[in-house]
């Protein structure tokens, strides 16, 4: 209650702070989404319909950039983010079961890549250079390696487990 | 061998303004690339992204050619500067296999399902295949699994069809600044799509079809009901109404062989009553009515000097275009409704009265150039009580599919004649159907009302140039004129008369590339000088005409002095436009109070607003929130477009609206919610 109070506006103030630091210059529109990205965490549409305005290009252009580059979301992630590397050397370890494994533990499919409590983001991403610990994933920033079935099922209750006792 | 030697003699004997294609000496002029000199050589390279109207994009890479002592050996035509002294081979056996390569990924990555397919016979796709010897498909079928989108009422999209060809992109944004279409996603995913993934009907997208025109394939194509015309025909309960627009006479032919421009409208009369219409009018008729309303009321507007540029509103894609984007001159719209929607009020008032039957036992069908026009039947402005004016909106090629699905051999018909009265018109009339057509029509008769004497023409508002301006003398006054066709064209004229750069008194916009002529629901033209071509019939058959001058027609003027009263005027030939909001999306919420609500501030961040300072009003207003910690209290909430532009910035603070708002009309408001 208090936090929201203070956050009042502020992320959509920043909109505005960003649009003016760039002069709603349209050829600035990456960096701008960037630094949209950075206050919301993503990018909600109506923001880009916004900055679509401010910088008189159609919201179309704004969308094409905004799912052009993989480094931009347009859903809102969770608060972990989990990414499940799919590069050769973990696909052939299998990297694909413990995905299925994700899914399965946290209620995920194809489609849906964030939990409904906002807590789990699942992504899949090309090789991040940790082949040696192939199958590997990541955490937010936390790596870990030689990846099993068990061992995810294992990981999803040590995180659910640490949110309960923080809560 | 011996082609090879003449080749060589040609380009060493020749002077060096020529380039040697194919062993054909060509001389350049002002080509702007090689595909052009090649295709003036008489060869026919395939493409699929090049359009000479459109920016290069060089994506589809069909257009390479071999060009001799160049590294790397093959390049993209369209995008290859012509340079003197080239020795080109369009069609070695490297680029043949490339190019049939090129076709097999096109059909494994997209789905080519020819038989059901709405654009078979006119596909691109199908051609080059079968002009290739495309037999079969090396690669495996990927085919995305997107949804047909049927949104609209012009246009139909069927994305797992799509090429990516990017054409369709660059026609809605270069030719008419709307942008409604572009690429999304990356590599494999890759699609073109609209903001936000939405239906084609529910955004920007203004139905003009012209992206559909350029579409090779049988992603976009008109949105067809045929099977609807078809029960209409059929039901005995309904008197079924065809109305003939004057650009589909002048085309027509084409969808069966004959050269662009003849005048069919004899034929096409034969047809429908073969294929069961109960009447057949001519659309003229009507335009007739539209252009003396309209000559009428710019006089009025001219000589109260109110309300001016007038702006012509025959065309439903520039009206709701303005709409979306010009709110703030919809008041300068002429409010004359179009000639198909004022046909449709009149003859089912004419009509029911006539033969002693409800309106709704009419059928009224419009066969029209445009895509648009399906668009305009529909709105709710052209309806009594539910009852459509227009029933049903069918285009050119969809008249020429009817004809042929009834098996109807096109070259063998004989003329028949129009119904009468409502088919009676004047050369001001037919004339509409090109771009400058209703601008001279609304001056012949002007020209005629305030001046004696005979009949005026005014030919420097004819021809194809998007942007024509001009001055001329009518009963001592001198009156500066515009026709732009294309809604860039437009765009780029309306910012400079908002500007104050220019001032005009009357504009007449078209939103096709050369007015109805060349709408999207005409055949594809084969060549440049169709449309030229089809315009040229249009003007001969004005010559043809006894009046030239709308205000000359004895039906019209006998409506005028025994069927219309001032009350009549109103309600069947006029109507209004409002504002369109641009983004559709629901109120946006900034931010949620914590406490009881009791403020609720929501403001518009529309273009308009925008520019007229809204980001800053935000700004102040959350600072003055702040400072006098209302945070808890408020719930701030912004909206694109409340649809008042031109009185922005536009802040409403609870129910209440301000226009124009300031900090402190703000403060004055909030004052009175949250007494302090
Ligand atoms: S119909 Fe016209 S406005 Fe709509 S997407 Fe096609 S080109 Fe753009
Ligand atoms: S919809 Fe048609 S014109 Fe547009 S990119 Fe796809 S194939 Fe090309
Ligand atoms: S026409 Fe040249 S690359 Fe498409």
Redesign the pocket.
């Known amino acids: 209650m208090q936090k929201n109070v203070q956050e009042f506006g502020t992320k959509f103030e920043s909109v505005c702070a960003v649009l003016e630091k760039y002069e709603c210059n349209p050829h600035m529109l990456v960096p701008i989404l960037q630094e949209i990205q950075a206050a919301y965490s993503y990018l909600p549409k109506d923001v880009m319909n916004y900055v679509a305005n401010a910088l008189g290009v159609t919201p179309g252009s704004v969308f094409g950039v905004a799912t052009f580059y993989s480094h931009f979301t347009l859903e809102p992630k969770g608060k972990y983010v989990i990414r499940v590397c799919d590069g050769t050397a973990c696909h052939v370890r299998k990297s694909t079961e413990i995905i299925k494994t994700f899914q399965a533990e946290l209620g995920l499919d194809e489609k849906t890549h964030t939990t409904e409590d906002n807590l789990f983001t699942l992504e899949e991403v090309a090789c991040i250079g940790a082949c040696g610990l192939a199958p590997v994933i990541t955490i937010n920033e936390d790596v870990y390696g030689a990846m099993t079935k068990e061992k995810t099922v294992e990981l999803v209750k040590k995180y659910k487990e640490e949110e309960a006792a923080n809560a | 061998m011996n082609t090879n030697l003449n080749s060589n003699n040609v380009t060493k004997t020749s002077n060096l303004k020529t380039i040697t294609v194919d062993s054909i000496p060509v001389t350049l002029g002002d080509e702007s690339n090689l595909l052009e000199v090649i295709r003036k050589a008489g060869i026919e390279l395939p493409t699929f992204c090049y359009h000479s109207d459109l920016s290069v994009y060089g994506a589809c890479r069909m257009c390479m050619v071999e060009i001799e002592d160049r590294h790397p050996g093959i390049f993209p035509a369209c995008s290859t500067k012509a340079e003197p002294g080239m020795v080109i081979r369009t069609n070695t056996k490297t680029i043949r296999d490339m190019r049939k390569m090129i076709i097999e990924l096109m059909l494994a990555s997209s789905d080519h399902s020819c038989t059901t397919c709405p654009k078979s016979g006119a596909c691109k796709l199908q051609d080059i295949a079968t002009q290739l010897g495309v037999k079969d498909v090396r690669f495996k079928q990927m085919v995305a699994q997107d949804e047909k989108d049927l949104s609209?009422p012009?246009?139909a999209r069927d994305p797992a069809k799509c090429i990516l060809c990017g054409d369709?992109v660059r026609?809605?944004d270069e030719?008419?600044s709307?942008?409604?279409?572009d690429f999304a996603y990356r590599g494999a995913d890759a699609r073109v799509v609209?903001c936000g993934n939405k239906g084609?009907g529910e955004v920007?997208?203004?139905?003009?079809?012209?992206?559909?025109k350029v579409c090779p394939v049988g992603a976009?194509t008109i949105k067809t009901n045929l099977t609807d015309v078809w029960n209409e025909v059929h039901n005995k309960d309904k008197i079924v109404v065809a109305t003939v627009a004057p650009a589909v006479r002048v085309a027509i032919g084409e969808c069966f062989g004959e050269e662009a421009g003849i005048n069919n409208i004899g034929k096409i009369v034969s047809a429908l009553r073969i294929m069961g219409f109960d009447r057949v009018f001519d659309l003229n008729f009507a335009a007739d009515l539209t252009t003396v309303e309209e000559g009428n009321e710019f006089i009025q507007r001219y000589t109260e000097q109110k309300n001016l540029p007038q702006f012509t509103s025959c065309c439903p894609?520039w009206v709701k275009f303005a709409e979306e984007y010009y709110p703030n001159l919809l008041n300068n719209l002429s409010t004359v409704r179009s000639p198909m929607s004022l046909f449709g009020s009149v003859c089912k008032e004419q009509l029911s009265k006539e033969l002693g039957v409800s309106r709704d036992k009419i059928v009224i069908v419009m066969v029209g150039p445009c895509?648009?026009k399906k668009f305009e039947a529909n709105r709710p402005e052209f309806a009594v009580d539910g009852n459509p004016d227009i029933d049903h909106v069918i285009t050119t090629e969809e008249l020429a599919r009817m004809i042929k699905e009834h098996g109807i051999e096109f070259e063998k018909l004989g003329f028949s004649a129009l119904d009468m009265p409502l088919s009676f018109a004047t050369g001001g009339a037919i004339i509409f159907g090109s771009t400058g057509g209703v601008c001279e029509s609304v001056l012949r008769y002007a020209a005629k009302e305030l001046e004696p004497g005979p009949s005026r023409e005014f030919k420097q508002f004819r021809g194809k140039s998007g942007t024509k301006i001009g001055e001329i003398e009518i009963g001592g006054n001198t009156l500066r004129l515009a026709v732009v066709s294309g809604?860039a064209n437009a765009r780029a004229l309306i910012d400079r008369v908002q500007n104050g750069e220019e001032s005009f008194d009357l504009i007449e916009v078209m939103?096709c590339p050369g007015g109805c002529v060349n709408g999207?629901g005409q055949p594809t033209p084969q060549c440049d000088e169709d449309n030229s071509k089809r315009a040229k019939g249009l003007y001969d058959n004005d010559r043809m005409l006894p009046f030239h001058s709308s205000g000359e027609n004895p039906v019209v003027k006998k409506l005028y002095d025994e069927d219309f009263d001032e009350h009549k005027i109103h309600e069947l030939l006029h109507t209004k436009y409002g504002n369109r909001r641009l983004i559709k999306e629901d109120d946006f919420v900034l931010s949620t109070p914590t406490a009881e609500t009791k403020l609720n501030l929501t403001i518009c961040f529309g273009r308009s607003c925008f520019t007229k300072g809204a980001q800053a009003l935000y700004g102040n207003l959350m600072k003055y929130i702040r400072d006098n910690g209302l945070e808890a209290n408020t719930e701030f909430k912004a909206r694109f477009c409340a649809t008042k532009c031109g009185k922005g910035p536009v802040l409403l603070v609870n129910d209440q609206l301000i226009e124009h708002c300031t900090l402190e009309k703000a403060v004055e408001a909030i004052g009175v919610v949250l007494p302090q």
């Not at chain 2, 709307?178 to 279409?181: D, I, K, N």
């Open positions: 609209s012009c246009i369709c026609v809605c030719i008419q709307v942008g409604s279409l609209t084609i920007e997208c203004v139905g003009c079809g012209q992206c559909v976009l894609a895509t648009a809604l939103a999207a």
